[in-house]
């Protein structure tokens, strides 16, 4: 068991959480909950080691392994895909050698008395024991599994880690951090850089394989899948709840509901007090009466309502100009880089008002369809785009688009337009944009906050076609489910590219596949589509 012991953390004379106490038991499957800034990140690096709280510690089993992946992550480039995944078996291989190069010594030392040689002999003991107590594993056997399974083919495994992507790269820590099958994994954001086969694959390892996890994760579906305890962090304080995220929305709702009133009567009794106390403060035959109501309300413990819910705000999307019947019409078009195909005669049909996925492993073709339609790419083949067609398109890079000298608010009044305008201050707070950060300017917000500007101002377009390429990547539950509301009330079409199951279910009506290849249409929305996948996937472990 591994225990949080009144940990306490403070920012410049700012509490960001007060003597937090909770145990991790051996296999608690646990989702840590709490708006942005709540402190999440910051409690997994303390459980984790990697930082120190102001005060309280977090004690563990000397033998304890704890295994964490950062959600931004800074990868050494010096290894192949193999060799860097391999490095999870680091220690078990140096046992090894260390128990070889002992047994070596003690062939050729012929001091048999000596205490040094009664020190290799309990040294080698020991090792001995530690490592014939480890299950027989073929090493490569499982690096192979475990890289596949997080989406590498065959012929990545001996390609240099310097070629890949960031989020590729977060897959090889996360491939590491899997093979050491650790007492308590920490994932913070886990999903973000992996397609929804490579999710569905970690799913099932953390359900069927991994010990204890705590997991931060903005992919709803994936945490009610895997966790079954949910740690909520609000207002320096937390909160222990035995049930999935779901389950626990409706617990937080109850418990919200009774803080409401509680705070509200609390208020009454506080407001009647300090009516009496001005009423009578001058009045001899009182003084005991004031005095002892002045010293109660000195003592009060405040009730406090834990965070404002702003979720009954509503996005609205402007009126969408009409267009043709078929916006997009995509006929045997095919592209390659160099030797490298990435899809042949892929055909596809867009109606109009029709919302799809476009879904598939990473570097299937996902963003080169998109790019094609937006006539950033040459490709062999017939693409048309429809009638009075206007197009708004979130890319990946979206944030380095904007106008970095303006503020957040400038940002957003200079397209406003109609009632909304009414409505910016609570779209911004909405978007985690209240108060002075309003004012701050585009240059000095993080990649996450000019991602999440450019989703607003993208809001707010008079488009009738939308393409949306992994828009939910930096966004909270609570703005997605904001952003998926308003999407769904959308008039024109919709494209989305996301591996967000629980943002895609009830959105996509329609799904492209891209694989091997190809482009193979689905007509089931994203669960069907899911369903299908899954007895595919074992229909094909079947035949092998």
Same mark, same amino acid.
């Given at each position: ?201 970690? %799913?099932?390892?953390?359900? @069927?394989? !991994?010990?204890? =996890? +705590? ?5 709803? *579906? &994936? $945490? ?114 160099? %030797?490298?195909?990435?899809? @042949?005669? !892929?055909?596809? =049909? +867009? ?5 799809? *996925? &476009? $879904? ?185």
């Amino acid at each position: 068991m591994i225990t949080v012991n009144d940990i306490s953390v403070q920012f410049g004379g700012t509490n960001l959480f007060s003597n937090v106490s909770f145990s991790i038991n051996e296999n608690d499957k646990i989702a840590l909950m709490g708006k942005n800034g709540a402190g999440k990140s910051t409690l997994l690096k303390i459980i984790a080691g990697v930082s120190k709280p102001s005060l309280g510690n977090v004690s563990a089993p000397k033998d304890a392994v704890i295994a964490y992946l950062p959600q931004h992550l800074l990868a050494k480039d010096n290894a192949t895909v193999i060799e860097e995944a391999s490095k999870a078996f680091s220690e078990i291989f140096k046992m090894k050698d260390e128990i070889e190069e002992i047994n070596e010594a003690l062939t050729i030392r012929t001091d048999y008395e000596s205490n040094e040689y009664m020190k290799l002999i309990e040294r080698v003991s020991e090792l001995s024991e530690k490592f014939y107590s480890i299950e027989e594993i073929n090493y490569e056997s499982e690096v192979e599994k475990v890289l596949k399974g997080l989406g590498f083919e065959r012929e990545d495994f001996n390609r240099p880690t310097s070629e890949f992507s960031g989020g590729w790269r977060m897959r090889i820590e996360l491939a590491k951090i899997l093979l050491q099958k650790p007492d308590l994994i920490l994932l913070d954001e886990p999903t973000n850089h992996i397609d929804i086969e490579s999710v569905q694959w970690l %799913e099932d390892f953390l359900i @069927n394989s !991994a010990k204890a =996890v +705590i997991v931060i994760s903005h992919d709803r *579906a &994936f $945490v009610d899948n895997i966790t079954s305890r949910t740690i909520e962090v609000t207002m320096g304080r937390i909160y222990d709840y035995k049930a999935n995220y779901s389950q626990y929305l409706e617990l937080r709702k109850d418990r919200r509901v009774h803080q409401q009133k509680a705070y509200d009567e609390q208020q009454k009794m506080i407001s009647e007090n300090m009516d009496f106390i001005e009423r009578f403060k001058g009045t001899y035959s009182k003084t005991n009466q004031v005095q002892s109501r002045v010293r109660m309300l000195e003592k009060l413990q405040k009730v406090e309502v834990d965070e404002v819910d702003t979720s009954a705000l509503r996005l609205k999307f402007p009126a969408s100009p009409r267009s043709g019947q078929y916006p997009i019409v995509v006929n045997e078009l095919s592209k390659k880089y160099n %030797e490298h195909v990435v899809f @042949n005669n !892929a055909n596809l =049909v +867009i109606e109009r008002g029709q919302k799809v *996925a &476009f $879904v598939g492993k990473n570097g299937e073709g996902k963003s080169t369809m998109i790019k094609a339609i937006m006539g950033e790419i040459d490709f062999d083949g017939k693409l048309e785009v429809g009638h009075n067609v206007k197009i708004g398109y979130f890319a990946q890079n979206q944030a380095s688009l904007l106008d970095e000298e303006l503020t957040v608010f400038e940002t957003i009044d200079q397209i406003a337009v109609g009632d909304i305008r009414t409505k910016i201050k609570d779209m911004l707070g909405a978007f985690m944009f209240g108060g002075d950060n309003s004012t701050k300017k585009v240059k000095v917000l993080s990649g996450g906050e000019k991602t999440r500007l450019a989703m607003i101002k993208l809001l707010l377009e008079p488009v009738n076609v939308l393409i949306l390429d992994e828009p939910t990547n930096h966004l909270d539950m609570r703005t997605k489910d904001i952003i998926k509301d308003a999407l769904k009330d959308f008039d024109g079409t919709l494209i989305l590219v996301s591996h967000d199951r629980d943002f895609l279910d009830g959105l996509a009506e329609k799904v492209f596949e891209f694989g091997h290849k190809r482009v193979k249409e689905h007509f089931e929305d994203v669960k069907g589509f899911l369903e299908i996948k899954k007895m595919e996937s074992l229909s094909e472990i079947e035949k092998k």
